[in-house]
């Protein structure tokens, strides 16, 4: 039995469809990266994961659990855990309330504030701090916080790079890195392809809603996982499915 799994998962907005079919897995301690340009996808497919938007077809399974018609909160509960584009902190509160909110799930395991801090140091300086006066980086360090303050055992982070300066997002990943240790399943939505290839146990790139190509970082080439990011690998991909553009 997988962690978490998704079966041909479709959804969309309105008339639009905004992913295809997407089916994936991830075991514990496992960090798969969905990469992909703009409009992919990718957020989408980890709102319908987390419960935020709901798809039009296929099933999101937790532990073998099919999840599909529980609400956000509920599989924030089981232990699903959205870190959202954009962070979405709550400006008025200080960084230790938004922590605290975080445990709002009421699970027990590992993470409380000292936990937090000890995987993302960043934030120790932080704790009194108005949300409302963080910095970019401040922000998704607290953000990530708050998610393992859940105690979650599936993780999706969304962009955690965007807009962050490099040494900035080098100390992100590293916290990720302890996170990853601590036994998380990560699903990790991720622009910068060098540094997905450094972190990914495996790579899903989408491209218009549909997963093109799949693979551990061993077997996918630069260019594979270029060709498919910006679409050229489509013409494969409509001949023969996705297991033609497969590097294994
Ligand atoms: N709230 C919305 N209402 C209508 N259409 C939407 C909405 N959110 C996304 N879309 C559309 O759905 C498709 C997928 O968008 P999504 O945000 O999931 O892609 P993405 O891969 O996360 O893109 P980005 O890299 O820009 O974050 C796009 O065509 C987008 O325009
Ligand atoms: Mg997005």
């Known amino acids: 039995m997988r962690l978490l799994e998704t079966n041909s998962l479709t959804a969309g907005y309105g008339d639009s469809r905004a992913i295809s079919s997407i089916s994936l897995a991830i075991d514990p301690g496992e960090v798969l990266a969905i990469v992909g340009a703009n409009g992919a996808g ?9 419960g935020a938007h709901q798809p039009t077809a296929g099933r999101v399974e937790f532990r073998g659990q099919d999840v599909s018609k529980l609400r956000d909160f509920q599989r924030n509960r089981l232990g699903i855990s ?3 584009e954009g962070r979405r902190l709550f400006a008025s509160m200080t960084v230790g309330e938004n922590l605290a909110v975080g445990a709002g799930s009421g ?5 409380n504030i000292d936990a937090v801090v000890e995987a993302i140091p960043m934030i ?7 949300a409302s006066t963080l910095s970019g980086g401040q922000q998704q360090a607290v953000a990530i916080g708050r ?5 979650p055992e599936v993780l999706l982070l969304d962009e955690v790079s965007l807009g962050l300066a490099p040494i900035i997002i080098d100390e992100l990943y590293r916290s990720l890195a302890v996170v990853q240790k601590s036994g998380l399943g990560i699903i990790l939505v991720e622009q910068d392809l060098a540094r997905t290839v450094s972190v990914a146990d495996r790579i899903v790139c989408m491209l218009e809603g549909h997963n093109v190509l799949e693979g551990t970082p061993a077997q996918l080439t630069h260019k594979q996982i270029t060709d498919a990011y ?3 690998a489509i013409a494969s991909f409509a001949d023969g499915g996705p297991a033609d553009a497969r590097g294994d």
Not at 42 to 50: E, G, P, Y
Not at 107 to 111: A, I, L
Not at 147 to 151: H, Q, R, Y
């Open 124 to 130: 120790k300086s932080l704790l009194k701090r108005n």
């Open 107 to 111: 699970r027990k395991g590992q993470w």
């Open 147 to 151: 998610s393992l303050m859940s105690n």
């Open 42 to 50: 990718k957020s989408t497919l980890l709102r319908v994961i987390a």
């Open 82 to 84: 959205l870190v959202p």
């Open 230 to 232: 910006f679409g050229h």
